[in-house]
T-cell receptor
Framework: DQQVKQNSPSLSVQEGRISILNCDYTNSMFDYFLWYKKYPAEGPTFLISISSIKDKNEDGRFTVFLNKSAKHLSLHIVPSQPGDSAVYFCAASPGVGSNYKLTFGKGTLLTVNP | DTGVSQDPRHKITKRGQNVTFRCDPISEHNRLYWYRQTLGQGPEFLTYFQNEAQLEKSRLLSDRFSAERPKGSFSTLEIQRTEQGDSAMYLC????????????FGNGTRLTVT
């Protein structure tokens, strides 16, 4: 039973365009959401997060949107750069302060073509 | 900040042997986590420590697995009588205590059981 789903295994975009990575969750107890980026042979690196009291959080080229009613979040990267090519994981945790127990999706491989 | 360090990076062992992995967290982080990632999946929570206390264990952590953090600094994860199904990437992460402090992952130990 996958509680966090990333239905697109891969995504390919042109440099300079927008990348949109999607994530759906099923557990209503989740209230804190994160995106991690992973390069080959490295561990996941924290990118951006959002609490359920917000619907948008922005950090430079990265913006995360949360739609609680739809149990859906998305990560927008604009403009996309070749160095953004990596696997992106969506993760969620239940309850304030319970961020230790993250539930991850399977990841989406983003390829940004020059 | 030297990041989370894991040793070894790779371990190949024969079925039935015991293996031990080490994790050195970021020095000021009092929380330490172990996750496991298999091919095509996202990381899965195994266990976490706050200082030297092991506060939660996933049911993924069978009796053959034991984790310790004796002085609240580095941690070890031991797998006894390894099985082929134990082959995975074992990821360690650390964080500050506090609501929604992001987890910082190490580069992992890749275990192959033959």
């Amino acid at each position: 039973d996958q509680q966090v789903k990333q239905n697109s295994p891969s995504l390919s975009v042109q440099e300079g365009r927008i990348s949109i990575l999607n994530c759906d969750y099923t557990n209503s107890m989740f209230d804190y959401f994160l995106w991690y980026k992973k390069y080959p042979a490295e561990g996941p690196t924290f990118l951006i997060s959002i609490s359920s009291i917000k619907d948008k959080n922005e950090d430079g080229r990265f913006t995360v949107f949360l739609n609680k009613s739809a149990k859906h979040l998305s990560l927008h990267i604009v403009p996309s750069q070749p160095g953004d090519s990596a696997v992106y994981f969506c993760a969620a945790s239940p309850g304030v302060g319970s961020n230790y127990k993250l539930t991850f999706g399977k990841g989406t491989l983003l390829t940004v073509n020059p | 900040d030297t990041g989370v360090s894991q040793d070894p990076r790779h371990k190949i062992t024969k079925r039935g042997q015991n293996v031990t992995f080490r994790c050195d967290p970021i020095s000021e982080h009092n929380r330490l986590y172990w996750y496991r990632q298999t091919l095509g999946q996202g990381p899965e929570f195994l266990t976490y420590f706050q200082n030297e206390a092991q506060l939660e264990k996933s049911r993924l952590l069978s009796d053959r697995f034991s984790a310790e953090r004796p002085k609240g600094s580095f941690s070890t994860l031991e797998i006894q009588r390894t099985e082929q199904g134990d082959s995975a990437m074992y990821l360690c992460a650390s964080s500050l205590q506090g609501s929604n402090s992001p987890l910082h992952f190490g580069n992992g130990t890749r275990l192959t059981v033959t």
